[in-house]
């Protein structure tokens, strides 16, 4: 075959020699002649198996037509240059590619060409370059399958394990089908057609180069620019370009942040200062409020105290509410400076969260970052009017707001309490706490018996809400007088008898009876009603004394009677002895006098 192709080619020479213009001259030259052989040559040379590069003639649906330089055509299947992706073909007439020779002469005369067969050699070739040379290449993942992704690598398929996709961990691969990634061949095996590769260690390379940079710039207080990478409750983590940088939520900004994310995004570019360089452990510190003035530089200037201010309430707690002036500047409301009130609230009773307040600049301490804000200055002072709507005698109506063992604490209006002492609760009654006569919340009436704004002090008192008992008791008797009473308790040294109107007198152990008695309740008991007879009228002192055997002198037969039925104890000749009361009577009003307590 060879020599017919020769032999061809040289009759194709002579007869292209022997050619003319009409004038019977030849056209021949060198140079003609030259080309022709050497076109010839090229022809003669062509094997099955060669790689050569043509230009498209023809595209139909039967084939590619492609001149190669060849006495004849070639052809290349039109399945060969469709697009794996939509199916169309990417070639037209004109166009220069690269085909492998299959066949030199068909049956119908074409020479048999495979561009299928031409990029595969081919790209095998630059395959197995790049991974000698560990040099990158570009692939495009064309579907997910087990284990990992399948790249196409321009004609020839190549394994991307999971766990080479990323620097970190990536949860759904079928998420990068489509995409063109850089990629580096760990494994080429021609013969068994494997090939194992990498976008990871491509990433790696590509942020250690940026890291090396980087590294290069950091310096304290140099201001970079970077892409949030992560972000936490505590901060956001800033690539910087190869190291990661943490940017610390008090950091954020001179106000408060109680969520990164409400400042920022991941990818989100950000400017950041660097506060913080360790090159040994490679950790970053940065800031981003600092690239901004520190309000509390001129604070002073801005609230002076004094000064009435409008703010925001950010937080709530037990002693108090902070207020937000502005960005980066909050003072505290102290719950004692919410109101004029002495009522201890909780502040949320008082404030929302997000609720706008106007309050006064008390104080300012910028080296602790601290202003102090009052609310109640804003309101005006219930105490500075109180003489206007008060004075000492009013009977005014209030609500038992607290029990002390010394009183009652009554609210008369919002922010003024008022004092019942607990010997001005009752005239009679003797009080020892009172939670014995008042409840909390209990709504009662009193008598202001002392007014003093200045320390913002009210006394008041609910006994004087009727008349003095004792002093109706003075006035209406005297020495000598019998009187009935009741036995309330007994003491050591006597028995306290309630009298009318719930005032008390004093029966002294000695005047209960002629004989000795030890204790008086050997004699009498709580709640025996008899006949006394007042011995002693003390006014000033509130004391009364009372004798029990000199009454029995003054009685009839049948209060003698009762007397002994009760239970005093004495036989009826005992009581008979009680009428002897003359000096021995008047001794013991004298002993009464000494004994009796209040």
């Known amino acids: 075959m060879t020599n017919n192709l020769n032999q061809a080619g040289t009759e194709m020479a002579e007869k292209d020699l022997a050619q003319n213009d009409g004038t019977g001259k030849t056209q021949n030259s060198a140079e003609d002649f030259g080309t022709l052989l050497e076109n010839f040559e090229a022809q003669s040379t062509l094997t099955p198996g060669e790689i050569v590069n043509g230009r498209v003639l023809n595209v139909s649906d039967r084939g590619v037509i492609i001149d190669i330089g060849f006495k004849s055509e070639g052809i290349v299947p039109i399945e060969e240059f469709f697009d794996p992706a939509d199916g169309k073909v990417t070639i037209q007439p004109n166009d220069r590619v690269e085909v492998m020779i299959k066949q030199l002469e068909n049956t119908e005369g074409y020479v048999e060409l495979s561009r299928a067969e031409a990029v595969h050699l081919k790209c095998w070739d630059l395959i197995e370059k790049a991974f000698n040379t560990k040099e990158n290449l570009q692939g495009r993942v064309l579907e997910r399958i087990k284990g ?3 790249i196409d690598l321009g004609g020839i398929s190549g394994f991307l394990p999971g766990s080479q996709v990323d620097v970190k961990p990536v949860r759904n691969l079928d998420t990068w089908k489509g995409r063109e990634i850089p990629v580096r061949v760990l494994k080429v095996n021609r013969r068994r057609s494997n090939i194992v590769l990498s976008h990871k260690v491509v990433i790696e390379e590509e942020v250690n180069k940026k890291k090396n940079t980087t590294l290069e710039q950091l310096e304290e207080g140099v201001i970079l620019d970077g892409k949030v990478k992560n972000i936490t409750d505590y901060g956001v983590f800033i690539d910087l370009g190869g190291i990661d940088g943490l940017l610390h939520v008090t950091d954020i900004s001179w106000g408060r942040v109680q969520n990164p994310n409400d400042v920022f995004k991941v ?6 200062k660097i506060l913080k360089f360790d090159k040994d452990h490679e950790r970053v510190s940065l800031g981003y409020k600092q690239l901004y003035p520190n309000p509390w530089d001129t ?6 105290v004094g000064m009435k201010v409008t703010g925001k309430v950010v937080s709530i707690i037990d002693y108090g ?3 937000e002036l502005e960005e980066g500047v909050e003072g505290l409301v102290h719950i004692s400076e919410m109101t004029w009130s002495k009522r201890t609230k909780h502040p949320a009773k008082l404030v929302s969260v997000g609720q706008p307040l106007e309050a006064v600049v008390l104080s300012i301490d910028t080296k602790e970052k601290r202003i102090s804000l009052g609310l109640k200055q804003v309101l005006l002072n219930p105490w500075d009017s109180i003489a206007e709507r008060y004075s000492v005698g009013s009977r005014v109506i209030g609500r038992v707001r607290n029990l002390t063992d010394f009183g009652a604490f009554v609210e ?15 005239w009679t009654k003797r009080v020892k706490h009172p939670s014995e006569v008042l409840k909390k919340g209990q709504q009662v009436e009193a008598i202001i018996t002392a007014l003093e704004p200045g320390k913002t002090r009210i006394s008041l008192s609910i006994k004087d809400l009727e008349p003095n008992a004792w002093d109706k008791f003075f006035q209406t008797h005297k020495i000598g007088d019998l009187v009935r009473g009741k036995v309330a308790r007994f003491a050591n040294f006597g028995a306290f008898v309630e009298l009318e109107g719930g005032i008390e007198g ?20 709580v709640g025996q009603e008899l006949a006394f007879k007042i011995l002693k009228l003390d006014e000033s002192q509130k004391k009364i004394g009372l004798s029990a055997r000199a009454a029995v002198k003054d009685q009839d037969p049948e209060d003698v009677n009762t ?21 021995s009577s008047e001794a013991s009003a004298k002993g009464s006098e000494t004994g009796q307590k209040d």
């Not at 008369?412 to 009752?426: A, N, P, R």
């Not at 000695?510 to 309740?521: A, C, G, N, T, V």
């Not at 007397?563 to 000096?583: I, M, R």
């Open 563 to 583: 007397y002994q039925n009760q239970g005093v104890g004495a036989s009826l000749g005992e009581l008979a002895q009680f009428s002897s009361l003359s000096a």
């Open 299 to 304: 604070v002073e200037e801005r609230y002076p």
């Open 267 to 272: 990818d989100d570019p950000v400017q950041v």
């Open 506 to 525: 004093l029966c002294h152990v000695s005047e209960l009876s002629d004989q000795r008695i030890e204790k008086p309740e050997l004699a009498l008991q």
């Open 412 to 426: 008369i209006e919002d922010g003024i309490d008022g004092l019942v002492h607990v010997s001005d609760i009752s």
């Open 148 to 150: 990992g992704l399948k």
């Open 321 to 323: 509410v902070f207020v």
